[in-house]
Structures are given as structure tokens and as C-alpha cells.
């Protein structure tokens, strides 16, 4: 799924438009079932972007780069 984009980039845009959204006032009320599924798709996004940075075959952990 994830052969042309990088799943940490798609991981970070998510994180970004949660984190623009809730900025400007944009949320959904207490205990809704949007409020359910956007708490879902943050954790994707969030899960999307660890996973994304530690599949990279360049860095070790995810963090240094591999020489």
C-alpha cells in the first residue's frame, strides 16, 4: 500500500490536520461517535507515523542514520 508514499509522511499530514484542527477550534462534541472515530484516525495517524520512521532501512531505531 504504502510503495509510492511514505507512511510517515501520510502518518504526519494526519497528525498536522488533527493538531491544525483542534488549534482553531474545530472538535467535536463530548462522548460523540465523531468524537470516537476522530480520536481513531489520530491514533492511526500517530501509529502510522512510529511504524513509518521505524521500517526506514537508512536509520537505525529509527533515528541514526546507518553508515
Do not use: Y
Not at 520512521?53 to 536509520?59: A, F, T, V
Amino acid at each position: 500500500m504504502f510503495t509510492n508514499t511514505s507512511m510517515t509522511g501520510v502518518g504526519l499530514v494526519v497528525v498536522l490536520v488533527e493538531t491544525l484542527a483542534k488549534l482553531f477550534g474545530f472538535e467535536f462534541p463530548e462522548g460523540s461517535v465523531a468524537e470516537a472515530i476522530n480520536g481513531a484516525v489520530s491514533f492511526v495517524g500517530f501509529v502510522l507515523l512510529v511504524v513509518g520512521q521505524l521500517r526506514r532501512k537508512d536509520l537505525r531505531l529509527g533515528l541514526f542514520r546507518r553508515r
